[in-house]
């Protein structure tokens, strides 16, 4: 009974490649004997009553208080606090709120949960965030439900194939965190800043020291200290990442609305240039398919002044590619652009991809429509010069 159902599962038990798997996926055989044991518990039925109350009380009614907290039953006081935490701690941790530090962030009480247990409270814990939102704004978490039951490979393994990654100029993920290893400022800052902060995540991916990649300059004197004692480092946590998270979020969903939106233009661009190029070519049955275009995108008239602007937009990107005989992401992309800078940069782009000659050609076609300034055309032509 102690050496197979209480504290630590029996690592001695394995088969004959136990060696190898927890060299290659470290402590993968507790974890095993973990969910062995648990099995063995559930499925006796002189023991199976006592395990499932002992998951309801340990697992699944703690998460049930963390989603009243988060719903605001407790208080908006404790709601903050809950909110300020990051995704991963409420899937894999039971949360306590306990108050704020002086910079305002919560302090919480992390309480971990035996790998089992970890798994049934985070499918509780996304059931239920599910149950009280309405609708599932991170579909992919489904997928990391429970993270770190599966066993993870060696971190030496992982910290390899993260500098790999950085070498060739990617962001390394955190996929037990569910979010970028380092924190977006510092990786543009590039340099030294970005090198620094992927030190910081290595060292503290193989266990060597205990890093945040995140800003450290303004922390409170709290924070400082609950993150660099150990034990206390371990037992509880300041942080307002939650917040941040749901701000990601909202530009998230913004970014995605943005890219079906010019993927449903692209679509009704390229179906009015064949629509055109298969019947009469003849100017009233070209405003017609404009006026067609304008309604399949913003719907029925009147428009606002943004949905006019919007309209004009898409018939300036039809009539460009007629003129040019085709649809062309790069060309629609320089009409799309909200400023004279922004415009400049795209064709100095289009310049390396397709020669001076045929931006030119771009450029004049441009210019019957009005779409590019005088001052715009002169600005790349000192550019091109420079060079």
Partial sequence: MTRNYIGTPNYNEGGAWKAIDNDVFVFSNVMIQATRTSAELATDPKTASGFFMRSFMANILPKLLMLACAGGLFGLKAKDIMDGQSEYDKTNFTIIPMGWDENGKGIVLRIPVDDTGRLLSSIVWKAGEFARKGNLTKPEQILSLGAGYIPSVTPLWTAMGDWLGYFQGRNPYDTFRGRLAIDDTSWKAGGVVRLKKMVQYSLSTVGVANFKTYDT??????????????????????????????????????????????????????????????????????????????????????????????????????????????????????????????????????????GDDEVKKIIFDLQKEKILSQDLVRDYNLSTRKK
Avoid: C, H, W
Wanted: glycine share 4%.
């Fill in 217 to 354: 300059s303004n922390q409170s004197t709290t924070e400082a200290v609950i993150t660099n004692v150990p034990i206390i480092s371990k037992m509880f946590k300041v942080s307002d990442y939650g917040k941040t998270e749901q701000l990601n979020e909202i530009k998230s969903d913004i970014i995605q609305k943005r890219a079906n939106d010019t993927l449903q233009k692209r679509s009704l661009i390229e179906k009015s240039v064949d629509t055109y190029k298969d019947g009469e070519q003849s100017i009233s049955r070209r405003l017609e398919i404009e006026r067609k275009l304008k309604e399949d995108l913003l719907g029925k008239p009147p428009y606002t002044s943004a949905d006019k602007t919007k309209g004009s937009l898409a018939v300036k990107q039809f009539r460009i590619s007629l003129m040019r005989g085709k649809v062309e992401n790069d060309v629609n992309s320089l009409i799309s652009a909200t400023s004279n800078q922004e415009k400049l940069e795209i064709l100095q782009v289009m310049r390396k991809q397709r």
